[in-house]
């Protein structure tokens, strides 16, 4: 695995990556990521430090996973040579990752042509106009599009990364790797990015109360009225401030939170699909063999068995 520094770029996106890919994890009990920094040359950060990178262009390319973090600039040309390494690692059929503005890289490589890609929602004006040829959603935390994935902003950078993590290793190792960083286990990548969130008052708490009331009893029938009675407001009024919280409906809320509990029972045990799908709450197997997959593009009996493969 290999990032790019890059001379103007701030520390943080940098610092993401290393955190949750360069640490060695012993405590996990998996073969862990080799994450090699790469920069064409001294790099100066943000802050006016100055970084010498152990790697060049050419171990970018030659890395099964490329990360790129945010340009320095986003309305500046990017280097030539970046361009030519980013094709050079998408032709060996490397996985390419962006976080924020780093969609602006891979997309002057032309290699999000065709695609749907995510940036932060201040760049996403601009990255579609310069670049026609991709569907810029400018709401969303991250895209996955299997060997390209491009995230918003610098926390949904630490959402990818999980993810990234979760793909390769599973819930309970990212899971694990979340409790480390001290982050949300799970944000859906379809989760809006901006959200316009007054100061809480106490009904919010209230929506905060009944969301963990959910997560531990998601195996119940729960129905928005429901929860809007826990929260004591009404649905519509309980409606309106979830989605001021969670940047989501409750009902799209709940299938996640289920589909995503779901990981753990189908990697460490042996029990049916139809118990799996009960045990996290969905009504029939059906239900859940639709959500899974719509959630994680593979059934839940094609995830156990690229899981136990993977192990």
């Known amino acids: 695995m290999s990032v790019l520094a890059y001379d103007g770029m701030s520390p943080f996106e940098l610092g993401i990556v290393t955190e949750v890919f360069g640490l060695s994890r012993p405590e996990l009990d998996v073969p862990w990521y080799r994450l090699v920094i790469c920069a064409d040359g001294p790099v100066r950060v943000v802050g006016g430090a100055t970084m010498l990178a152990g790697y060049g262009l050419d171990d970018l390319a030659a890395a099964d996973t ?3 973090p945010g340009v320095s600039d986003v309305r500046s040309p990017v280097p030539e040579p970046v361009v030519a390494a980013l094709r050079t690692a998408h032709a060996r059929g490397a996985r390419l990752v962006s976080i924020c503005s780093g969609a602006f890289a891979l997309a002057a490589a032309g290699l999000l042509d065709g695609k749907r ?7 996403a004006a601009l990255l579609a106009e310069r670049h026609p040829a991709v569907e810029v959603d400018a709401d969303v935390l991250y895209v996955d599009d299997g060997d390209i994935l491009t995230s ?5 950078g630490i959402d ?3 993810h990234l993590v979760r793909a390769d290793h599973g819930a309970t190792v990212a899971n694990a790797v979340a409790r480390r960083l001290v982050v949300a286990p799970h944000r859906e990548g379809g989760q809006a990015q901006f959200i316009e969130a007054p100061v809480q008052e106490p009904t919010e708490d209230a ?3 009944s969301m963990t009331w959910a997560l531990a009893n998601l195996a119940a029938p729960i129905t928005v009225e429901s929860l809007a009675r826990l929260a004591h407001l009404s649905t519509r009024t309980y409606l309106r401030r979830f989605r001021l919280t969670a940047g989501t409906s409750p009902i799209r809320w709940l299938i996640t939170q289920r589909v995503q509990a779901s990981l753990a029972l189908l990697e460490s045990g042996e029990h049916p699909i139809p118990d799996v799908a009960a045990a996290v709450g969905f009504d029939s197997p ?3 063999r639709h959500h899974f997959t719509r959630a994680m593009r593979t059934s839940p009996s094609a995830y156990r068995r690229a899981f136990r493969e993977r192990g």
Do not use: E, R
């Not at 890609?117 to 760049?123: G, K, L, P």
């Not at 918003?152 to 949904?156: K, M, V």
């Open 160 to 162: 990818l990364c999980v």
């Open 117 to 123: 890609a995510a940036t932060h929602w201040q760049y």
């Open 207 to 209: 929506v905060a109360a």
């Open 66 to 68: 490329v990360i790129i």
């Open 152 to 156: 918003a902003g610098s926390a949904a």
């Open 286 to 288: 059906v239900t859940y």
